[in-house]
């Protein structure tokens, strides 16, 4: 007798289904417009680890963070989507080669604006879930009421790391760090957001002012599992030509694949007002709904089912 994987998670895909109707339903009542764009671009963001896949001469998104600011650029000030994005080498009880993500950009505001937006699209959600304020998280128990705390990259390195932030960088160890010191700790019972990353690890987000060594770029712990990533969108398209031109070439010196410019993304920048943007998965929300530690139980197919 064959018994469906599909049938000993229906809980939790009943539960993805209600969570995506709350994060539609939260951006539809601030009135963000739903947007639709392609997945097979010309050429992706050249950025650090994440490796696209190629798609008949042209690659599936990594993310639709190129289009959809070019859509900001085109004067739509509130946009948010949900779709597939694809990222070759990814696959671990956390990760899939095709996942789900939400993105949403807002005109106007930056990433400590962002950083309360999330909190209450989190909580959002978790209401029209049905879903306690305090829910349970691999034998601990996480308050989601916000607001919820903050904490500087340095200061989580200096509490959690084996080494400082700075010892860490002049080693070339500060995602190893970061990855097996710190993650583990964060948001272990109340979400919280770690910001301030060193300017190095984001091509996108802005810096800064005044401490030019920073990025104005946030991530969201829960239970110790990332959850998001966000920033104040960089809108200087010389500057982002740069770090684009450095990373490609950083990239041909690895051996990776160097993706040609995203030469449309680039020239529509320049018309770009201040804005910030968000990155959140979809997959990783519902794990820590669900109580789960494997981002198999939250999917209809794993790849090895296909």
Known sequence: MTTFRQSQIARNLR???AIIRGVRDFFHERNFLEVETPLRIPAPAPEPHIHACPADGWYLHTSPELCMK????AGYPKIFQ?????RRKERGRRHLEEFSMLEWYEAGITYKEL?????????????????ADVIPYQG????????WPEMTVAAAFDQYGAMNMTTALAADRFEEVLAFDIEPHLGINRPVFLHEYPAAFN????????????????????GGVEICNGFTELTDAAEQRQRFVQEKERREKT???AYPLPEQFLRDLALMPPAAGNALGIDRLVMIFCDTASIDDVVAFTPEEL
């Open 15 to 17: 539960l993805r289904a």
């Open 70 to 73: 070019r859509l900001i650029a």
């Open 82 to 86: 949900i779709c597939k994005c694809f």
């Open 115 to 131: 950083m309360t937006q999330t909190g209450e699209l989190i909580d959002f959600v978790r209401q029209r879930a049905g879903l």
């Open 140 to 147: 601990h128990n996480i308050t989601l009421a916000p607001p």
């Open 203 to 222: 091509t996108l987000a802005a810096l800064i002012p005044g401490r030019p060594e920073f990025s104005q770029r946030f991530e969201l712990y829960m």
């Open 255 to 257: 051996g990776q694949t």
